[in-house]
């Protein structure tokens, strides 16, 4: 079945934040009530691009993946939509440790195979898109330190759980991709 969409944006070979970054920009060049067609190969984008159109307000119509590519398609929403913003609470790479010391945990929002080949020892793998149904996985009572590899995925989790009522949680700064302290990897 072949989609119809009004504009096509190639974001192949692209880890996140590019496939956001790129749509971002891609957007501002479609009109009210076209469809975007984004191409990605990054399982991460998923997540990454319904939680971004929804924070927005654009409509993330869904996805289709066509021999190991995901269509992604979004419609733009009028120019009434929400302007974008960023959570507001944060916490840098150096804060996390002592925080998490203190009972807080360190939620890791990546995909499976990027917590597996590097993640902070003691944090728990929620990947972005299966945070909505695995919630009744974290305390509402605890500090979360939700973390990523750049900060933008992350910035979407912390939304997301603090919608769902959870009240203690930071995004961390700058993520995983400047990361200095020790790193646990699954089987090595």
Same mark, same amino acid.
């Given at each position: /079945? #072949?989609?119809?969409?009004? #504009? #096509?944006?190639?974001?192949?070979?692209?880890?996140?934040?590019?496939?956001?970054?790129? =749509?971002?920009?891609?957007?501002?060049?479609?009109?009210?009530?076209?469809?975007?067609?984004?191409?990605?190969?990054?399982?991460?984008?998923?997540?990454? !691009?319904?939680?971004?159109?929804?924070?927005?307000?654009? #409509? *993330?119509?869904?996805?289709?993946? +066509?021999?190991?590519?995901?269509?992604? *398609?979004?419609?733009?929403?009028?120019?009434?939509?929400?302007?974008?913003? =960023?959570?507001?609470?944060? @916490?840098?790479?150096?804060?996390?440790?002592? %925080?998490?010391?203190?009972?807080?945990?360190?939620?890791?929002?990546?995909?499976?195979? +990027?917590?597996?080949?590097?993640? @902070?020892?003691?944090?728990?793998?929620?990947?972005?898109?299966?945070? +909505?149904? %695995?919630?009744?996985? !974290?305390?509402?009572?605890?500090?979360? *330190?939700?973390?990523?590899? =750049?900060? =933008?995925?992350?910035?979407?989790?912390? %939304?997301?759980?603090?919608?769902?009522?959870?009240?203690?949680? *930071?995004?961390?700064?700058?993520? /995983?991709?400047?990361?200095?302290?020790?790193?646990?990897?699954?089987?090595?």
């Amino acid at each position: /079945m #072949q989609i119809k969409a009004d #504009q #096509q944006l190639d974001c192949k070979g692209l880890a996140c934040p590019m496939p956001i970054v790129k =749509t971002k920009k891609a957007m501002n060049e479609v009109e009210d009530g076209q469809i975007l067609e984004i191409q990605a190969t990054d399982k991460g984008s998923i997540a990454d !691009l319904k939680a971004w159109s929804e924070s927005v307000g654009h #409509q *993330y119509l869904g996805t289709i993946q +066509e021999d190991g590519v995901l269509l992604h *398609y979004i419609r733009k929403s009028s120019h009434d939509t929400g302007e974008e913003k =960023t959570f507001e609470k944060t @916490i840098t790479n150096d804060e996390v440790i002592d %925080r998490v010391s203190k009972g807080g945990i360190i939620l890791d929002v990546r995909e499976e195979a +990027e917590y597996a080949f590097g993640h @902070i020892e003691g944090s728990k793998s929620i990947p972005m898109g299966e945070l +909505e149904n %695995r919630l009744d996985e !974290l305390n509402k009572d605890r500090e979360i *330190y939700v973390i990523c590899r =750049t900060g =933008t995925r992350s910035d979407l989790a912390a %939304r997301k759980l603090s919608d769902k009522g959870f009240t203690k949680v *930071y995004n961390v700064l700058p993520g /995983m991709a400047s990361w200095q302290g020790k790193i646990s990897r699954i089987n090595g």
